[in-house]
């Protein structure tokens, strides 16, 4: 599958978290230290195809281009403060930050969360997930990503988190790890630990860290 990446990135993310995050269903994007793209992993363009130009322009997501163009001027200065406490992450191992964002289109409400894994002063990666929730019983929204418990419930009740970003495992596809904040902020009661692909190569893997 098709990825892009710029040869300072290739050699500040390391070969196996590469190849991690190439195989790894969720959007990925990398910035290096001038905030600039220098990583979009091959579920990203897969999600450029779906939805490209239509809600975003895909001609400003190329390797060189500043994130913060793609970014309303708004929200510039949030996402600013929170790319750089990424790149100045004294200890990146430790380091956790995400947040929810929304990206609809006319079809769909839809939302995502974004988790930052530091690479050092050099930059960073972010992983971009569905985030799944009931649905506003006041508000129904057409499209809305609605929580649907069987689709994270083995059919023994089991319920598998990341222990380390918290995202929840898909059980019809196991690839797949979404966020679900009712569970975050309330766990269910037979809920397993394990590692997702990110977490388990930037925590436990990654040479990078050493
Ligand atoms: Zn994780």
């Given at each position: 599958?098709?990825?892009?990446?710029?040869?300072?990135?290739?050699?500040?993310?390391?070969?196996?978290?590469?190849?991690?995050?190439n195989?790894?269903?969720?959007?990925?994007?990398?910035?290096?230290?001038?905030?600039?793209?220098?990583?979009?992993?091959?579920?990203?363009?897969?999600?450029?195809?779906?939805?490209?130009?239509?809600?975003?322009?895909?001609?400003?997501?190329?390797?060189?281009?500043?994130?913060?163009?793609?970014?309303?001027?708004?929200?510039?200065?949030?996402?600013?403060?929170?790319?750089?406490?990424?790149?100045?992450?004294?200890?990146?191992?430790?380091?956790?930050?995400?947040?929810?964002?929304?990206?609809?289109?006319?079809?769909?409400?839809?939302?995502?969360?974004?988790?930052?894994?530091?690479?050092?002063?050099?930059?960073?990666?972010?992983?971009?997930?569905?985030l799944?929730?009931?649905?506003?019983?006041?508000?129904?929204?057409?499209?809305?990503?609605?929580?649907?418990?069987?689709?994270?419930?083995?059919i023994?009740?089991?319920?598998r988190?990341?222990?380390?970003?918290?995202?929840?495992?898909?059980?019809?596809?196991?690839?797949?790890?979404?966020?679900?904040?009712?569970?975050?902020?309330?766990?269910?009661?037979?809920?397993?630990?394990?590692i997702?692909?990110p977490?388990?190569?930037h925590?436990?893997?990654?040479?990078?860290?050493?």
């Amino acid at each position: 599958m098709h990825h892009s990446i710029t040869p300072q990135f290739e050699a500040l993310i390391g070969a196996s978290r590469l190849d991690s995050l190439n195989s790894h269903p969720s959007s990925v994007y990398g910035l290096d230290s001038g905030l600039e793209i220098s990583y979009l992993n091959p579920a990203w363009f897969k999600f450029a195809e779906e939805n490209g130009n239509k809600n975003f322009s895909v001609n400003e997501w190329s390797l060189g281009k500043p994130v913060l163009d793609s970014i309303p001027d708004l929200l510039k200065s949030f996402y600013t403060e929170l790319f750089e406490s990424a790149l100045n992450a004294k200890d990146p191992s430790i380091f956790s930050r995400h947040l929810q964002y929304e990206c609809s289109s006319s079809e769909l409400y839809r939302r995502f969360s974004m988790h930052l894994y530091p690479l050092g002063k050099d930059g960073f990666v972010t992983v971009h997930s569905l985030l799944v929730e009931e649905p506003y019983l006041t508000l129904p929204r057409e499209g809305l990503i609605a929580l649907d418990e069987n689709q994270y419930i083995d059919i023994n009740g089991i319920v598998r988190q990341c222990a380390n970003c918290r995202r929840i495992q898909s059980i019809k596809n196991k690839e797949r790890w979404d966020w679900i904040p009712k569970w975050v902020n309330e766990p269910v009661s037979n809920t397993s630990h394990g590692i997702c692909p990110p977490c388990l190569h930037h925590y436990y893997l990654s040479k990078a860290l050493l």
